[in-house]
Structure formats: C-alpha cells, structure tokens
C-alpha cells in the first residue's frame, strides 16, 4: 500500500521548492440586496447583535459585522458568516464588503463595532480566510503564480459557481479512508464534530488522529482539508464542500484485510461519500490484485449504503505514469491496479494548474474523472490543511512552505485530485441528496469539463460523451454539476449486467520488437448480444488471459510486453493495457500475469451494448517470448 501523492519522493530528491500567490474574483451588482430579516439556528451556535450582545434565538434582524482584525473567540475562532454579499465597509485588500453573521462556533464572541452598509465598486466574493486566495485549485483567477509560472484562469473545480447556488455539502458526510486525521484541527473540527463516528484501526478508539509516533506524516489530515476545511472562520483556506461533515478511519495504519474491507462500509448508513488517496505501490509496472473481501465491501456499500441509494466511492487513479523512485521507465497504468479499477469505485486522475495531466497521474480507461493535483512543490501545489503546529509536512519553518505549521502549500498527487473530486460528490448531494451512486456518475460524467481541448486523446464515444485516457471524462465541475443534478430527472432504473461466454482464442503473438516495431496483432472479435437488452452501458469488465515464454529471467512471464486495445459497437476505442517495463527484473521482464485478469473500462458510458466487441493484443517490448492470447470475455453493466 502506499499513500498517493508524490510529495515525499519529491522532496528526497530535493525538488520540493513551493510555490503560491494570491487574488479572488470579483463581481459588480446592480442593486445591494435585501438584507435577510431572520437567521436560521443551528444547534450549539451562538448568535450575535450588532451591539454584541448574544441572541440565543437568532432572531436578530440584519446581523451586520465587521470582519477582520479584531473579531476574536474564546476558542480562536472566527465568525462565521454567509457568503452572499450584503454591504459594509472593511475586510480585505482595500475592496468594500458587507456581510450577515449567521452563526459563531462555540464560545462568546467579543464585542467589535458595527459597520454601516453602503454599495461597494465591487464585491470579492471569496471569503475571509486568508489561504483562499492560494488555492487555485478552487478558483483559479490567473493571478496566482507558482515558481514555474501563474495558474492558468479557469483551470479550477468550479467550486465557487456551486456555493454561490447555495449548495457547500451540507447534510453530507466524508469518510476519508487515510494514515489519520488531526480531527481537533482549527480548520477541520467544526466538520468534524463529536459524532463518535470516526475509528482508529490502532487503537480501537473514535480519535483517527495520525500516528502519535511519526511527527512528519500528515496525509490524511492534508486529503481531509482538501474534501471540506471549513469556510468563513477566519483561519486556514476551505474545503471543496466547506460544510460537509467527516469522519475519518485511519486503516492505512493498519491495513489488513479485514480493516480496508471495514472501512469502505463502516457507518455506511451515515456515510455519502468515501475518498481513498492510497493503493498498490506506484512505478513497478506489476498488476496488483484487489481482494476478494475488499470487492464485496464495495458492492455492499453500493447496494446497501446511505438508505440503499449507495456510497460513492473515491479513489486514487495512481502517481506511477513516470514510474517513480522505483522504476524510471516503468510507467504504471490505473488499469493494473485492481482497487482504482473496479466496478463502483471512481479512479481520479490529476492535472496541474495548466490543466494539463500532472507529470505523474496515471492514465487508465477506467479514470472516471480528473481533479486538480499540481505538479511538484517546486512549481506549484495545493494548499490545504496540515497536522496542527510543527507536526506532519509543514513544520513551520520547512524551507518553500508557510510559516503557519498548521497548513502547507505542498499537497500533490492523485492523493490531492481524490478528495477534490469527492468534495464535489458532496455537493451534488447537498443539492440533490436523493440521487443514486449510479445518478451522481453519470452527471459527473456529463458535467465534467473537457480540459485540454486539444490533446490527441480525445474522442466523442456512441454515447455522445469526450473521453480520454489521460483525464476519463475531464475535470470535475461543480458548478455544472449541480445545475445537472437540480435539473436530472427519475433516477436511472434497475441496474442490468450481461457476461459475454468465454471467447477462446489460443492464438499466437507475434513477437517483432526486435524489429523496433509495434508487433502484429492477434485480433478477436465476439458478437454480443444482451437479454434483457442494455441500451445504455454504465460500465464494462474485460477479463483477459494471456500467457508468455520464459525468457530472460526464469519462469517470469513477460505481461508488460502486450499492448491490449478494446473497441465497441460505435468504433470507440480505448487501450487497457500498454507495453511497458518492470522494477522487478532490473527494469525488464514483470512477474505478474494476465491470467483472468479484470480491466476495467468507463469510455463506453452511454452506448449500446449490442454488436461487435474487437480485442487486439500485440507484444512489443522484449525479445525471445512468443505469447498467446488465450481467451476473454466481457461484462456490462447498465440500463
């Protein structure tokens, strides 16, 4: 198992230099709006008037606070206040703000002078926590620079566009399934609350914190930030779904298999979402099996979790695309992971402020979506939560990084994209909490945005949806997202499946690398034809066997040498499986096997199962091994 960022690696190899910036947008109305003539309570929440004295039963009317300087708690914390402007003078940067105080977070509030409200030039619509205006990731203004360069406008998660309609994941719990969460940290706690809900795999307790032990690991803490740190408190930057709740489950720390098979369906009642930024170790090249129990805690999490309607489950497509500190040449595909590749589980891939797929992020056909991750702490990274003071990666005074030790600027990896991607699940279910996990992936698909507009890898399937290999779908967009899920219609009906019989080739591949050549391709074609008839894939299985000589080193079969390619019905094409290189023979031959080994494929979404399936396998890498497509077979799941 390892954790999915590429950070640590990084940073032994001295190139963790971080970058940052700052900048929020803007918007001019017209008129000033309304102010709200009454708050809403929330259980615990004090409220407080204008002339600072406590209203228990939030009746006041037109709460207007000054934010800033000044605004203190018992606690240390800050008010916490609506996003939707209503005018007064002071907050940040020179620019006039007016907002309404809903709710403080415990403890009394000091007393600090109203402001009068008048109608500003303009109105940032960020909040008042200082490292929002880092985080491109969330709204990229084209302002904030990296040490490579400035973040390209845009190319963010839409986040902002989705708050605005009134939705920040409110109703909806995150399990983030990590090394720990620092779950009394000043920008986590109040998400977090005192549930009882959270488990340490260690200690059998309900704290998940980190290992008390390691000072230097935080990255639980960092994905939780990611997925829902809270918005508008006065400290640190937000969380994609800034008022969602978590729970956090530690079993990376112990990760047996019956602890990761716990995980994915502990609390499933309560539980929406689940982000997992861990997996198979990254650059070996080897294929790395899910186990059976893991598999059916999933499928039970699907089919029985949050009423029935189905935990959405996150995962990290993978940091092994260069093939990492263990292997330079060996170039891992999702598709070799058989956690980020199975049915039910999103893989998310990364891209960077470019918006260009992260040097390191796997690709896969089974990605789902992508999510920002950065590059390298050196060029530019995320912001987000880090374990409280000097512990975890920041110690406050870790060169490139901020002084405040509680946060860091150098959170990268598809371990980042996972949580992102799964902020934004919470938000569709703030909106529309009656979607099924079924639902919430198709809009995500529809949704998502098709970054990198000009790649070669594009291509528009019989569904009518982009997909790429590199990116799945595209960016996750949650502005889009939402309008999709407040305008979709009846969920989806009973999901179908159909196994295609066993096709069994027994045919030869040529072996032509010698050539420099790509090889010959041995081709099998099936005629599918389902009962009852799935008009609309949701998701297809490719179970493959392949078997090849030994060569170099003994009884090591050579799988990485074999190109794969699946085609559909409507001609569109993925590759499950790419020539490539392993760590375990010095950089050559893998040990691992395509014996009944189970792809899995998301560029069919949309289409007609029926028709002609086309397999092609060619061996391309390495000389001296003639393999043998042996047989293979197909599974379709949809409607």
Same mark, same amino acid.
């Given at each position: ?379 530019? %990274? !995320?912001?987000? $939560?880090?374990?409280? @003071? /000097?512990? &975890?990666?920041?110690?406050? *005074? #870790?060169?490139?990084?901020? +002084? ?103 045919? %030869? !591949?040529?072996? $032509?690398?010698?050539? @420099? /050549?790509? &090889?010959?391709?041995?081709? *099998? #074609?099936?005629?599918?034809? +389902? ?109």
């Amino acid at each position: 198992m390892v954790k999915r960022l590429v950070l640590a690696t990084l940073l032994s190899a001295g190139l963790a230099a971080c970058g940052g910036g700052g900048g929020g947008g803007t918007t001019t109305p017209a008129t000033p709006p309304a102010a709200p003539t009454a708050v809403t309570a929330v259980a615990g929440d004090q409220y407080v008037k204008v002339d600072g004295t406590v209203d228990p039963a939030a009746t006041a009317v037109n709460l207007y606070w000054k934010v800033g300087t000044g605004v203190t708690k018992s606690n240390g914390a800050k008010l916490v206040v609506t996003t939707a402007p209503q005018w007064h003078t002071g907050l940040t940067n020179g620019q006039q703000y007016c907002y309404v105080v809903t709710a403080v977070v415990g403890g009394v509030e000091s007393a600090d002078s109203a402001e009068a409200c008048a109608t500003p030039a303009a109105v940032n619509m960020a909040v008042d926590d200082p490292f929002f205006a880092e985080q491109w990731h969330l709204l990229s203004t084209g302002t904030q620079a990296g040490a490579s360069g400035v973040a390209a406008a845009g190319e963010d998660v839409r986040a902002q566009g989705a708050w605005t309609q009134g939705y920040k994941g409110q109703g909806v719990r995150i399990a983030v399934v990590d090394d720990g969460i620092e779950a009394y940290h000043e920008d986590l706690a109040s998400n977090m609350g005192a549930n009882g809900l959270s488990y340490n795999y260690v200690t059998g307790t309900s704290d998940p914190s980190n290992d008390p032990t390691d000072t230097t690991s935080g990255h639980g803490t960092m994905c939780a930030g990611i997925a829902a740190a809270r918005d508008l408190n006065g400290v640190g930057g937000n969380g994609v779904a800034p008022r969602a709740t978590m729970v956090g489950y530690n079993a990376t720390l112990n990760l047996t298999s019956s602890n990761e098979t716990d995980a994915m369906t502990r609390n499933a009642a309560d539980v929406s979402v689940s982000s997992n930024s861990w997996g198979a170790a990254d650059g070996t090249g080897e294929l790395a099996a899910s186990s059976s129990t893991w598999k059916s805690a999933i499928t039970t999490g699907l089919t029985t979790g949050r009423g029935g309607k189905g935990i959405l489950y996150f995962w990290a497509a993978g940091n092994g695309r260069s093939g990492g500190n263990a292997c330079a040449n060996c170039s891992d595909n999702s598709n070799y992971d058989g956690r980020a590749n199975y049915r039910g589980v999103m893989a998310v891939g990364a891209v960077n402020d470019q918006g260009l797929q992260s040097s390191y992020s796997e690709s896969g056909a089974n990605l789902w979506v992508s999510a920002p991750g950065g590059e390298f702490c050196s060029t530019h %990274t !995320i912001t987000t $939560t880090d374990r409280t @003071g /000097t512990l &975890g990666h920041n110690s406050g *005074s #870790t060169a490139g990084d901020y +002084t405040n030790g509680n946060y860091t600027k150098c959170m990268n990896g598809t371990s980042s994209a996972t949580p992102g991607a799964a902020g934004v699940a919470a938000l569709v279910l703030s909106a529309k909490p009656t979607l099924g996990w079924r639902d919430v992936r198709i809009i995500l698909a529809q949704s998502a945005r098709q970054n990198n507009a000009g790649d070669a890898g594009w291509f528009t399937n019989g569904g009518g949806y982009h997909f790429n290999t590199k990116y799945g779908f595209g960016v996750v967009d949650a502005n889009a997202a939402v309008t999709a899920a407040l305008a979709y219609g009846t969920n989806v009906g009973t999901e179908l499946t159909y196994t295609t019989p066993t096709t069994t080739v027994n045919g %030869t !591949i040529a072996d $032509t690398a010698t050539s @420099g /050549t790509y &090889g010959t391709a041995t081709i *099998s #074609t099936m005629n599918v034809t +389902t009962s009852p008839t799935i008009a609309s894939i949701e998701w297809v299985e490719a179970t493959v066997t392949i078997t090849a000589g030994p060569g170099a080193v003994a009884n090591s079969y050579y799988s990485g040498d074999f190109g794969i390619q699946l085609t559909g019905p409507s001609g569109a094409t993925t590759m499950l499986a790419l020539p490539h290189v392993c760590a375990a023979d010095n950089f050559g031959a893998c040990t691992t096997t395509y014996t009944g080994w189970v792809f899995g494929d998301a560029a069919h979404l949309g289409e007609a199962a029926n028709g002609n399936w086309t397999l092609a396998v060619a061996d391309a890498i390495k000389g001296g091994a003639t393999g043998t497509l042996v047989s293979w077979k197909l599974k379709f799941y949809g409607h």
